[in-house]
DNA sequence: TATTGTTATACTCTATAACTATA
DNA sequence: TATAGTTATAGAGTATAACAATA
């Protein structure tokens, strides 16, 4: 028996209880792991004053430009309210710009500074490097394997939103 | 329209901009498909009026008696202080109850109520039908693959913390 | 003095919804 | 009316540190 649950109050206890039957799923070992890849990616990522949000932000930024908040809150699987407190920030590290469109002066173009295609090298070191420490357990083929499987469950569940956390 | 964004005024728009190199990193695909699994699992959960820091505990519990709070803040990974207004949340539904130890009045030996046991096996289903809804996809073979590497990288960097997120 | 558990405070992140300005 | 972005408010979750009771 998993469970204590199955005896009833004033029964005896059984000597050893077996071990929490969160281990049994999947989804256990893979928050599990995947908490500590990102707590220690954010960690890092904070020694530069950068959050999470703001790195997917940014690398959002420089895969193509002329990105909008609404379609940054859509990728990132936010509020446009969220996502405006986190282009505020970004604004006021002197990291983005916004501009009016042309087209249409409610919606708003942003682009990366100088400023952080300078340290955006840097950053994606951060990631790197990150990742590589944590999976260098693995062999390649274990982790052609494990990215495989990720992708299919991805795909499977249409999985778009960019985690932020 | 739908954006003006995709051409920036007046630049000359790349070809085709390279994807984002989010996708490269293992990580990614690793808290892209946690995120889903546990998104869909708290969303459930919170049907039952239960967060999943609250389901931890009481899985806990249930695994063995006669915790402490410090000992199940040490468990969880979080502080004492953060534990402590867990347990009133479960305290307030009658799901625990905290006696002072006989040996040391300073520690609190916590277990479940008997309404804790009746709920547990509906919460349990939960879990497990998250899980099974989960990775459904995915073979006996690849199942196995899936939680053997996860163990393998849980185990190489000695993470014993259990996710409440 | 040290430890257990609680509490006060603050901070981060997020959602909801009201608000403005455009369209 | 509808939409883009902002802001006000609230809630969850957590950490830090001060605190009371006990050892």
Chains 1, 2 share one sequence.
Request: glycine content about 6%; hydrophobic content about 45%.
């Amino acid at each position: 028996m998993e469970l204590s649950a199955e005896s009833p109050p004033g029964a005896r206890r059984p000597a050893r209880q077996a071990a929490s039957p969160l281990e049994a799923h999947l989804g256990y070992w893979l928050r599990l792991v995947s908490n500590e890849v990102s707590r220690a990616f954010a960690r890092t990522l904070q020694k530069q004053n950068i959050s999470v949000a703001e790195w997917v932000a940014i690398n959002q930024l420089a895969a193509g430009a002329g990105l909008t908040p609404a379609r940054l809150a859509a990728t990132m699987g936010m509020t446009r309210g969220a996502i405006s407190k986190v282009l505020d920030k970004l604004d006021s590290k002197r990291l983005i710009s916004r501009s009016p469109s042309p087209l249409d002066s409610r919606v708003q173009l942003l682009s990366l500074t100088g400023q952080a295609r300078r340290i955006l090298p840097q950053l994606t070191s951060i990631a790197d490097d990150n990742d590589r420490h944590f999976f260098a357990a693995l062999g390649a083929n274990e982790k052609a394997a494990l990215r495989n499987l990720l992708r299919k469950l991805a795909g499977v569940h249409q999985i778009t939103r960019i985690p932020v956390e």
